[in-house]
């Protein structure tokens, strides 16, 4: 449960058994009303120290309402319940300042509480609170209004407008959408560069500055595929602060009649049939894409969960290949890795039921000829790292001999693998050990929804066997990858999937529950990057699950926006680390940007990639900060990155004796904002409650590395299962987490809850 949803509970119960003095009784409104009020020491207040005044509201069934509240005093928070458990939350009205908007359809007749309170305990000041009958729009037409699809409307940008956090005058039009239907929205203007954001139902979240088909021009275009039915905000503003100017903005439906490549729609050129080959020819009268690369496109229906292997051929040209379809689901390929050459192979698990797209196309622009697709169910898996080779079974409690060899499949990287699947259960203990003399071994383990885990080193460390050590989150078919810590090492190993035995001893002691933490959040950049939301209370929020549950150390530091320079980060890192003995607990935590930088290929980065975590002056890189947990002699240590390519950070980091890894995305990919929770990331947002004592399976008061693995696993699986992602190229993917507990085992804790 998000720390919001917590507090939404807490004021629905304040609410109800809490009654207000005197001097503060409930205040009646009607829509089209308004109230000047002040909330400070005496009010009522929350159970968790929020002061707030209340209001009412005669409502009916079916009637629509804006609830807005301003203050330039505190950060502002407003909440409405009523007849049959009707309850909205809102803390912020979109433009990243600390407004709160909240539109509502009441379900019923009858009396609604409104309660006027802040995002923080304690705060106090003065607010505005308004009430307005109808929509958002219909509220303040003068700021947008309704579009409807196929239509062109004019508008302008002035200094009456809202302004979003960075500066921009912004207004809002909206319209009504179908899941699954594709719109082309078009802002343009002689006046100010334009700017398109487009927000709705399904974590819809799309943003545009320029118009693809139109480059150099002021112009912006968006192609988006709804992945819900609703209403759909657009909010045309303008690329800098303070721009202002007309601007004309269309909505039409389907794609662009230039083809430009946000997403593929099929075309009449054919149904694809599951097991069946087709002949093809790319040429000149085909579609194009933006750098020239002509493309044939095929309808195929599919269904959850089916698994297959797409390949495309020619001797005429390089192929490429991709798949397109529901909940933005994404994969594409350039080579087939078993083969070489100029053809294309990829696996993929199909998310949902539904219809797909499947474009045949070329690798570079222009290219032209003759092409076979085909596209055969498999039992092959296709996991996170990109691996194309089908899985053997392996038996839980059998070993398995294998070898890897020049030919087999690779990682992205360099590195052979072997993949083996099993059948696992939910609540399962397994250890997964991986032994070699000839390389020093890596294994990865798969679960069914993606989320992935990894280990170098057998505990103790130094030697060149793995071992996984694991309890199982959900149901469903596993895949161990089984491979190499190095590119292209090859020799035999032995690979075993065991039932857990382990459980705490005198090996894994009980520790005094001190968590000694540093946690950093970047929201406000400062003009180095772009802002993000949410990033900067993450660290704070943090501190504040970890005091509650009575094991924050005094001497853990909190380091937000323009204090996380990376010299206070380290000196920060530096002293807290130094506090923390064997008996105590280090984290480090960090939220905010991620950046991935090519460099030369080295037994450290076997991508050629390094990645780095960004300070409002500078990075820290993985391998810097390998160095940094090296000083640390806690008895165990943890670095959670919710942050772009954060994966990365694993291979180097988490060969540390001692230190478990949780990032948020694999070394290649994107990381999301949380935006439906009002978070700066899913990580940042499930470890906060899985420390604060949501991870205690067993509730006996201790967390433990396991357990909170476990949590994590099933909080993504169950409210970020389909986040996409992608890679610095553009591919698009799903975001997963990544878990490496190194040598930290099952059982060893991590803290142990005071309250």
């Known amino acids: 449960?998000?720390?919001?949803?917590?507090?939404?509970?807490?004021?629905?119960?304040?609410?109800?058994?809490?009654?207000?003095?005197a001097a503060?009784?409930?205040?009646?409104?009607?829509?089209?009303?308004?109230?000047?009020?002040?909330?400070?020491?005496?009010?009522?207040?929350?159970?968790?120290?929020?002061?707030?005044?209340a209001f009412t509201v005669q409502g009916r069934a079916g009637q629509r309402l804006v609830i807005r509240m301003r203050s330039t005093a505190f950060d502002t928070y407003v909440f409405i319940r009523g007849p049959g458990d009707f309850s909205a939350d809102n803390d912020d009205d979109g433009s990243g300042g600390t407004d709160s908007l909240?539109?509502?359809?009441?379900?019923?007749?009858?009396?609604?509480?409104i309660a006027a309170t802040s995002y923080a305990p304690g705060e106090t000041g003065r607010y505005a609170l308004e009430i307005v009958e109808g929509s958002v729009e219909t509220a303040d037409a003068t700021r947008g209004?309704?579009?409807?699809?196929?239509?062109?409307v004019r508008g302008a940008l002035s200094a009456a407008d809202e302004r979003i956090s960075t500066g921009e005058y912004v207004d809002t039009w909206t319209l009504t959408g179908r899941r699954g239907q594709t719109l082309t929205i078009s802002m343009e203007s002689t006046d100010l560069d334009a700017y398109l954001m487009v927000r709705g139902p399904g974590d819809l979240a799309e943003d545009n500055d320029d118009d693809p088909a139109a480059r150099g021009s002021t112009n912006a275009r968006l192609t988006v595929t709804l992945p819900a039915s609703g209403q759909i905000r657009i909010r045309p503003t303008s690329y800098r602060p303070g721009e202002t100017g007309a601007y004309v903005l269309t909505v039409a439906e389907g794609e662009a009649a230039d083809g430009a490549p946000q997403a593929f729609?099929?075309?009449?050129?054919g149904v694809l049939r599951v097991g069946a080959d087709v002949s093809g020819d790319l040429g000149v009268g085909d579609g194009q894409l933006q750098q020239g690369e002509y493309y044939d496109t095929y309808t195929l229906r599919g269904r959850r969960g089916q698994q297959l292997e797409i390949t495309m051929r020619s001797g005429a040209f390089d192929t490429y290949v991709a798949i397109v379809g529901p909940d933005e689901f994404g994969a594409y390929n350039d080579d087939d890795v078993d083969a070489g050459g100029t053809d294309s192979r990829m696996l993929v698990t199909l998310p949902r039921d539904g219809d797909y797209t499947v474009v045949a196309t070329s690798y570079a622009g222009g290219e032209t000829g003759a092409y076979q697709l085909r596209v055969a169910e498999t039992t092959a898996v296709a996991p996170g790292?990109?691996?194309?080779?089908?899985?053997?079974?392996?038996?839980?409690?059998r070993e398995?001999?294998?070898?890897?060899?020049?030919?087999?499949?690779?990682l992205r990287s360099g590195e052979f693998t072997d993949s083996y699947r099993f059948r696992g259960r939910a609540g399962q203990r397994l250890t997964v050990e991986m032994a070699s003399g000839d390389f020093d071994t890596y294994v990865i383990l798969v679960a069914p929804s993606g989320v992935q885990e990894e280990n170098d080193d057998a505990p103790g460390g130094g030697g060149t066997n793995s071992s996984l050590e694991t309890v199982l989150a959900e149901d469903g078919d596993y895949t161990i990858i089984a491979t190499s810590y190095q590119p292209g090492e090859t020799g035999a190993y032995t690979l075993r999937v065991a039932p857990s035995t382990s459980r705490p001893s005198a090996a894994s002691p009980a520790r005094s529950g001190r968590v000694f933490a540093v946690m950093v959040g970047v929201s406000d950049y400062q003009g180095t990057a772009n802002n993000l939301a949410y990033t900067d209370e993450d660290a704070v929020k943090m501190a504040e699950a970890l005091n509650r549950a009575g094991v924050l150390a005094d001497q853990s530091i909190v380091l937000t926006n323009a204090q996380a320079t990376v010299a206070n980060v380290r000196a920060a890192f530096q002293r807290v680390a130094a506090a923390a003995g064997p008996d105590d607990a280090f984290l480090f935590f960090f939220s905010g940007h991620g950046m991935q930088e090519r460099t030369s290929a080295t037994p450290d980065e076997p991508d050629a990639r390094e990645e780095s975590i960004v300070m409002v002056d500078g990075v820290i890189t993985d391998n810097q900060m390998a160095e940094m947990f090296r000083t640390v002699n806690a008895g165990v240590s943890l670095i959670a990155l919710d942050s772009c390519f954060s994966g990365g950070f694993a291979r180097d980091v988490v060969a540390v004796p001692g230190v478990m890894g949780l990032f948020s995305s694999e070394e290649d990919l994107t990381s999301a904002v949380a935006d439906k929770f009002q978070a700066g990331g899913y990580l940042s947002l499930f470890l906060r409650t899985g420390l604060s004592g949501e991870a205690d399976e067993d509730r006996n008061r201790v967390v433990t590395a396991g357990e909170l693995s476990v949590y994590l696993r099933r909080q993504f699986v169950e409210h970020a299962s389909n986040v996409p992602s992608e890679t610095i190229e553009g591919q698009r993917n799903y975001q997963y987490l990544v878990v490496d507990r190194g040598g930290v085992r099952v059982d060893d804790q991590l803290l142990a809850l005071q309250r």
Do not use: C, H, K
């Open 265 to 269: 729609a099929a075309d009449e050129s």
């Open 102 to 113: 909240l539109e509502v359809r009441l379900p019923a007749d009858g009396i609604y509480r």
């Open 24 to 53: 503060r009784a409930q205040a009646s409104l009607a829509p089209g009303q308004s109230a000047q009020g002040e909330l400070a020491a005496g009010d009522s207040q929350l159970q968790s120290g929020e002061f707030y005044d």
């Open 400 to 410: 398995q001999r294998g070898s890897l060899a020049q030919g087999d499949a690779t």
């Open 385 to 397: 790292q990109g691996i194309a080779a089908a899985a053997d079974s392996i038996a839980v409690g």
């Open 1 to 21: 449960m998000s720390v919001r949803g917590m507090f939404a509970g807490l004021a629905l119960a304040a609410i109800a058994l809490t009654a207000p003095s």
């Open 145 to 152: 209004g309704e579009i409807a699809i196929g239509q062109t």
